[in-house]
């Protein structure tokens, strides 16, 4: 396990700064050369919600990866990539008015929301018809990660006196997910866009993005609602100007026709709003979702879910001086690199940042003797990748060559960087043994995909919000080959529904 490189969540950063270390360290003080990653495949959206996230067999690589490790981390790409398919369905049902009119019966639970005014609004009726329908499968999987932290968002909640079933806001937004990312660019369990979540204090770099540490994210989305709350003075306001923004809000709002109501911010508000143009459907729908979400979530098993008992999250925690592995964590925990993960997603590169000390969550029960195992633990022994600085004249073949691993693997560490492009002064990041890389993983992971073995060009359908740099990094080809393949001019620019040939 001490050879795991840190390749898996490298994609998601790029290289930045920090002392080189001058040699790669393994348990044994070696390297090994690492095989010929998968090929690129394109990645479309899954078409259902179920029946499509079969794990295919591993990849053939020559990793010193445990098996049972890949499997984990093939797991958890299907997992995320079925989830932002959820997600995406659910932002963009918005078919016509159902018209359903039947009521539930009272539900013998308590609420500290108002969940039984609105119950009949037909997009409640809608939203649970799509829960327990198309989207079943997810919803239970949602619910099922529900207890982990239900609790400690609970307590987070009450502590800024707000109530505590705005936990299901986490359950519309992400599914209890720490690695749920939109379209938007939003991310984590609370979905935050990087310029909020840094308002709110979290950290978001290309070492470390702590709107994925579901007790940091949760803190900052407490209080997030409770300002949003004391500001528009009722929490379905707020929940709907958690979606869409306090500014949209109370736009909306200041355009509203005035009523005989003594209170002009209120729920009812919010349903006042919504016959009107002044919200997009998206955050429209927001508090119906929510409202059909807590009544699933609230008494599952009269909606036909079979939730297994759960344990709460549970953890030590040690403090690291600077960077370390996590896999290094992992083995003097004496548990696994997944198991590690799970309780540190806010780390992107499986390593934590050099420099500073960093609070590393442990299994429970294991802290002091993993904390006493560090320290007895020599410097040189804490990481397992280096980086390299460039220096005049070389290609990204020789420092492949230098290091003795694979420059395939050497790219799918920088994604960010050219290639036939490297200037002096730039950090390329060197495993120091094979891995699955996470968008490898994810696309091994979807088989929806079509072939990867396909020879020759592919032909890329152009969505919406998609640009010439994210599709290169994509497929793993440089813009100019794209613009090449395409005849396109150098300020010729996107058209959704385009179809675009992909250089092999």
Partial sequence: MARFAFLLLMLAATACGGRRPERAITPDGGTRPAGPMPPERTVEPAPTFSGIFALPSPPLADTLVPPQEIVAERRLAADSVADEAMLDALEEAHPADLGIDETLEPLPVSWDIDVDTYNNHDRVQYYLDLFQGPGRERMGIWLSRMPRYEGMIRERLQEKELPGDLVYIALIESGFSNSATSRAKAV???QFMKATAKGYGLRVDSWVDERRDPYRATAAAVRHLKHLNDRFGSLYLAAAAYNAGGGKMSRGLRRLPDDDSDSPNSDATFF?????????????????????????AKEPARYGFEIGAAEPAAYDSIVVPTMTGLDVIARLADTTVAAIRELNPQYLRLA????????VRVPSGSGVSTEAAFAALPPSRRITFLEHTVARG???GGIARRYRVSTRLLAEANPRLQS?????GQRVIVPTGGALSTSVARRVANPS????SRAGARVHKVRRGETLTGLAKRYGVSIHAIRKANAMAAGDGLRAGARLRIPA
Avoid: C, F, H, Q
């Fill in 272 to 296: 006042r709003l919504y016959n009107t143009k002044l919200l997009r459907r998206e955050t429209k729908d927001y508090v119906p979702k929510l409202i059909a979400a807590a009544r699933i």
């Fill in 394 to 396: 070389e290609t990204m």
């Fill in 352 to 359: 934590t940042p050099p420099g500073v000390p960093s609070v």
């Fill in 188 to 190: 984590g369990m609370w």
């Fill in 420 to 424: 036939g492009r490297l200037r002096p």
């Fill in 449 to 452: 995909e079509p072939a990867a």
